[in-house]
């Protein structure tokens, strides 16, 4: 069978929350289990959240970005190394996407670049409406400073932890609950899933009551149907939910599932020239997807050639997010950084890290990549 990246993974009680939402006939957008979800996954991250289920993470990026006020023209410094869902939102709201790249260090968005970036833009009199740092393959960006920096420029930070569900920054606090706004994914390539989904989340009760406003087509309060702005259709199903709340009862689970999968990763690739993407001190990834990096000049083989050869037997493996700023898409758009994040894509791949991964299927994987190494 096709060893996969990280495909759904099950808890079993999935169905019987399904058929809780079918027997009292809430399968419209919203019922008694998007309720329970929402309070499942504020309990699960503490910290006084609010959140809203919403039909995508870019969904819940939308809202969040028109929420922090982001319109036409704004700048939006985002992280480039990232999905495109996490960037799309930009663009519907006519604002303008300028690209940060990583930290060698960590993976992740190159803090010293953004307090740079800002010390320029202050004094040019062009700060930017908003920063959206991305938590990449399961690990947190550095929070605390970007936190400090959004608010001495009084400028919104809005945190994409759509990778990062069940991961911890060194402070304690869940990934998730950052910044102004977080927002989260379960599509179904995620930690847990609800088949699609994502969901806002704020310590703003405020901003979560406008959130709801919006992605349930901004209707006024009124007997009729009014409307004094435009909204959308983004509230996540109920039936979605329901699967939601099958899902968390295992997130702890799948974390550890991951994290050991990790673990066996580091233990068997040990080669001069293959890179694991670094955990801080104090940190603790999900490692939603495990990520390596494949110096050709030390291994004497490609990513590619890894990749490749993995897919010849029916494993799937996969390239690092290309950058941002080098998607035909965004030709000309502000990066600032030193291509980290292009050398990483030219040479990391994304190992199947599923947690209904046997070990055995993990064997395959790690001996098919050790006889490649062993025959360059």
Same mark, same amino acid.
């Given at each position: 069978?096709?060893? #996969?990246?990280?495909?759904?993974?099950?808890?079993?009680?999935?169905?019987?929350? $399904?058929? @809780?939402?079918?027997?009292?006939?809430?399968?419209?957008?919203?019922?008694?289990?998007?309720? +329970?979800?929402?309070?499942?996954?504020?309990?699960?991250?503490?910290?006084?959240?609010?959140?809203?289920?919403?039909?995508?993470?870019?969904?819940?990026?939308?809202?969040?970005?028109?929420?922090?006020? =982001?319109?036409?023209?704004?700048?939006? #410094?985002?992280?480039? %190394?990232?999905?495109?869902?996490?960037?799309?939102?930009?663009?519907?709201?006519?604002?303008?996407?300028?690209?940060?790249?990583?930290?060698?260090?960590? #993976?992740?968005?190159? =803090?010293?670049?953004?307090?740079?970036?800002?010390?320029?833009?202050?004094?040019?009199?062009?700060?930017?409406?908003?920063? =959206?740092?991305?938590?990449?393959?399961?690990?947190?960006?550095?929070? +605390?400073?970007?936190?400090?920096?959004?608010?001495?420029?009084?400028?919104?930070?809005?945190?994409?932890?759509?990778?990062?569900?069940?991961?911890?920054?060194?402070?304690?606090?869940?990934?998730?609950?950052?910044?102004?706004?977080? $927002?989260?994914?379960?599509?179904?390539?995620?930690?847990?899933?609800?088949?699609?989904?994502?969901?806002?989340?704020?310590?703003? +009760?405020?901003?979560?009551?406008?959130? &709801?406003?919006?992605?349930?087509?901004?209707?006024?309060?009124?007997?009729?149907?009014?409307?004094?702005?435009?909204?959308?259709?983004?509230?996540?199903?109920?039936?979605?939910?329901?699967?939601?709340?099958?899902?968390?009862?295992?997130?702890?689970?799948?974390?550890? &599932?991951?994290?050991?999968?990790? &673990? &066996?990763?580091?233990?068997?690739?040990?080669?001069?020239? $293959?890179?694991? %993407?670094?955990?801080?001190?104090?940190?603790?990834?999900?490692?939603?997807?495990?990520?390596?990096?494949?110096?050709?000049?030390?291994?004497?083989?490609?990513?590619?050639?890894?990749?490749?050869?993995?897919?010849?037997?029916? $494993?799937?493996?996969?390239?690092? #997010?290309?950058?941002?700023?080098?998607?035909?898409?965004?030709?000309?758009?502000?990066?600032?950084?030193? %291509?980290?994040? @292009?050398?990483?894509?030219?040479?990391?791949?994304?190992?199947?890290?599923?947690?209904? %991964?046997?070990?055995? @299927?993990?064997?395959?994987?790690?001996?098919?990549?050790?006889?490649?190494?062993?025959?360059?």
């Amino acid at each position: 069978m096709r060893i #996969w990246l990280s495909r759904p993974h099950m808890s079993g009680r999935e169905k019987a929350y $399904i058929d @809780e939402a079918f027997a009292c006939n809430f399968v419209a957008p919203v019922g008694p289990q998007l309720n +329970a979800f929402e309070d499942a996954v504020a309990d699960y991250l503490g910290g006084n959240v609010h959140c809203v289920a919403l039909a995508s993470g870019s969904a819940a990026l939308h809202l969040a970005l028109k929420l922090a006020g =982001v319109t036409d023209g704004d700048e939006v #410094w985002i992280s480039s %190394m990232t999905f495109a869902g996490g960037v799309f939102p930009v663009l519907y709201l006519g604002a303008k996407p300028v690209f940060f790249d990583l930290d060698p260090e960590t #993976w992740t968005v190159d =803090v010293e670049l953004i307090r740079n970036a800002f010390a320029v833009a202050a004094r040019e009199g062009r700060l930017p409406k908003a920063i =959206v740092p991305t938590d990449l393959y399961g690990q947190s960006v550095d929070l +605390a400073p970007l936190e400090a920096l959004a608010e001495d420029y009084g400028v919104k930070l809005v945190v994409d932890s759509a990778e990062s569900l069940g991961a911890e920054y060194k402070d304690g606090r869940k990934c998730g609950t950052g910044g102004d706004i977080a $927002i989260l994914s379960f599509n179904g390539n995620k930690i847990i899933t609800t088949s699609g989904g994502g969901m806002l989340v704020t310590r703003s +009760a405020e901003i979560a009551d406008r959130a &709801r406003f919006f992605a349930t087509q901004a209707r006024d309060p009124a007997p009729h149907y009014e409307h004094s702005a435009f909204g959308f259709n983004y509230r996540l199903s109920n039936v979605c939910a329901a699967i939601g709340l099958g899902q968390m009862e295992v997130l702890n689970d799948r974390v550890e &599932r991951r994290r050991k999968i990790n &673990r &066996r990763y580091r233990e068997a690739l040990r080669h001069p020239g $293959i890179r694991f %993407m670094p955990e801080p001190d104090g940190y603790n990834s999900s490692f939603w997807l495990t990520a390596v990096s494949v110096d050709p000049d030390l291994c004497g083989i490609t990513r590619e050639a890894i990749r490749e050869t993995l897919l010849e037997h029916d $494993i799937e493996a996969r390239p690092l #997010w290309k950058p941002m700023h080098m998607q035909p898409l965004f030709a000309g758009s502000r990066y600032i950084g030193n %291509m980290v994040d @292009e050398d990483l894509f030219s040479t990391g791949l994304c190992l199947p890290s599923g947690s209904d %991964m046997s070990e055995t @299927e993990q064997d395959e994987v790690v001996g098919r990549i050790n006889a490649l190494l062993a025959a360059a």
